[in-house]
């Protein structure tokens, strides 16, 4: 399995909503990875975690909550979003040491529209 | 704050012409990595290019890098009207705990190959 699969494929929220995220992969990768990326910009680092520990957090606003339960998994809990979080949230995993000497596998996202 | 910039912005070439993408960054870097990114989808890692080598091939695309003056290029070449898409040039930039590095992309070429 050479995936990384994000669910839902599209999210509509209102500001006062709680959703969450889901991200999984099944490739042994110890790093994981957010991103989120706005309309025809480079996707932007969020969250960064390394063998489930929170490793960097990009002064992300606490309305975005990461969680790594185990070494599969990685979810967003989202609350109380503004309508300028609409984005696609980009998920990708690595070897812990990856950007030195691998790439990134990124997943397809979660198209996100807050009203 | 973003390490790589690129040109062109955007790229409009027929099928079978060549394609050339160009990346400068700032900061000294371990290694410099080439994704495309299908229209709202995830990216998918391309090639990647160790600080010590000066030019790598794979299949179609042909990278080469310059650390002196902290450029790259990507070159695609006999395009395809599939080659559509945005590409981007992404480095290392700062570690976290862990050693996991912060991948930072550049802000893309939107290359559009016509049939």
């Known amino acids: 399995d050479t995936e990384v699969t994000q669910t839902p494929k599209h999210l509509v929220m209102g500001m006062t909503n709680k959703k969450s995220l889901k991200c999984e992969q099944h490739m042994g990768h110890r790093a994981m990875y957010w991103y989120k990326q706005k309309a025809k910009k480079p996707p932007e680092l969020m969250f960064v975690?390394?063998?489930?520990?929170?490793?960097i957090n990009e002064s992300v606003p606490s309305r975005f909550s990461p969680e790594c339960p185990n070494s599969s998994l990685l979810n967003l809990h989202l609350h109380a979003l503004q309508p300028e979080d609409s984005a696609l949230y980009l998920c990708a995993s690595s070897h812990p040491t990856g950007p030195t000497h691998y790439g990134y596998t990124f997943g397809s996202g979660t198209r996100l529209t807050v009203v | 704050s973003q390490q790589g910039e690129e040109d062109p912005q955007a790229l409009s070439i027929q099928e079978g012409e060549n394609a050339t993408m160009n990346c400068s960054y700032k900061t000294s870097i371990n290694n410099l990595q080439w994704y495309r990114q299908n229209s709202g989808r995830g990216l998918v890692h391309l090639i990647l290019i160790r600080s010590n080598e000066r030019e790598k091939h794979s299949g179609r695309l042909r990278v080469t890098l310059d650390t002196s003056k902290k450029s790259s290029s990507l070159l695609i070449t006999a395009s395809r009207a599939a080659d559509t898409a945005s590409y981007f040039c992404?480095?290392?930039?700062?570690?976290?705990?862990?050693?996991?590095?912060?991948?930072?992309f550049g802000q893309g070429t939107t290359l559009q190959v016509k049939p």
């Open positions: 975690y390394s063998y489930e520990k929170l490793s």
């Open positions: 992404a480095t290392v930039l700062g570690y976290g705990s862990g050693n996991t590095g912060k991948l930072i």
